[in-house]
């Protein structure tokens, strides 16, 4: 039987998972020794709020098995709300310390989503640094429907172990619910712009910034475009602090 892990806390009535980034990976470890779909999200406040409005979504992290928290906005919530979380665990994060270990333990995979050529360019960059890695497949498709049947075939030709998604949230996420478990995949993972960053398109913020918890205004202040998904964030910090009360 599955073991899984109770949330440490409810934001906005989104679960976050109190697992530090080692502990993700010893997860994975122990679904791929399992096997069967194990689907983890790398939750943002913007995950919340869109939670919030689609109930799709909702219930597709309700039913992840992890969902990590990606975002200072998810553990400076955590902290408000008296749930103190020991680690944000970023998406980019998670695939690097995954492909690392992927490599000793001759895990496949998969890298499915973002634009053409992004996805080869960031396997490259990988087993460049991790030359035992094997990364059976990589593909950009999109998330729409019309192409999910093609899409599922490919990645059960390349049989991986984990498959990564990056299609953005909700797309990924609801992509992954949908497919992961034809796929023969053991562990699903949506992971936003981490292929961007991998290949090298989208520059990191600087550690410093990443420390300081101002990750999100160095993507801001690089792709300004991302004030749209952004602007729900003072309705985010708003319900966080009545929730307190509500409680
Ligand atoms: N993307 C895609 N197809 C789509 C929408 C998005 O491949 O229809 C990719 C996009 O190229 C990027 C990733 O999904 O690589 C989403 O990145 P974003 O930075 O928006 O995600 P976040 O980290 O903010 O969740």
Do not use: K
Not at 1 to 17: C, E
Not at 175 to 201: E, F, K, Q
Not at 233 to 244: M, Q, Y
């Amino acid at each position: 039987m599955t073991v899984s892990i109770p949330p440490a806390l409810r934001i906005l009535g989104v679960p976050i998972h109190d697992v530090t980034l080692d502990e993700a990976v010893e997860w994975a470890a122990r679904w791929i020794a399992e096997g069967g779909p194990h689907q983890v999200a790398t939750v943002n406040p913007e995950f919340v709020m869109a939670a919030r409005r689609l109930p799709s979504f909702r219930a597709v992290l309700e039913r992840a098995d992890l969902c990590l928290p990606d975002g200072v906005g998810i553990t400076l919530a955590a902290r408000y709300l008296g749930r103190p979380l020991r680690e944000r665990v970023a998406g980019v994060d998670l695939v690097e310390a995954l492909a690392a270990r992927a490599a000793q333990e001759g895990w496949r995979l998969f890298l499915l989503g973002a634009a053409p050529g992004v996805a080869e360019r960031a396997a490259a960059n990988l087993t460049a640094r991790f030359p035992d890695l094997t990364i059976c497949g990589t593909y950009a498709g999109s998330p729409s429907p019309e192409e999910e049947a093609d899409i599922v075939r490919r990645i059960q030709e390349a049989s991986p172990h984990i498959l990564f998604v990056a299609y953005g949230a909700p797309a990924q996420d609801l992509w992954i619910a949908r497919n992961l478990a034809p796929t023969g995949a053991s562990v699903g993972i949506g992971v936003g712009g981490a292929l961007d960053y991998l290949a090298g398109v989208v520059p990191r913020a600087p550690r410093w910034m990443r420390r300081a918890g101002l990750e999100w205004l160095y993507r801001l202040l690089r792709q300004p475009w991302r004030w749209r998904r952004q602007r729900v964030l003072p309705l985010f910090v708003f319900l966080v602090l009545l929730s307190r009360f509500s409680r």
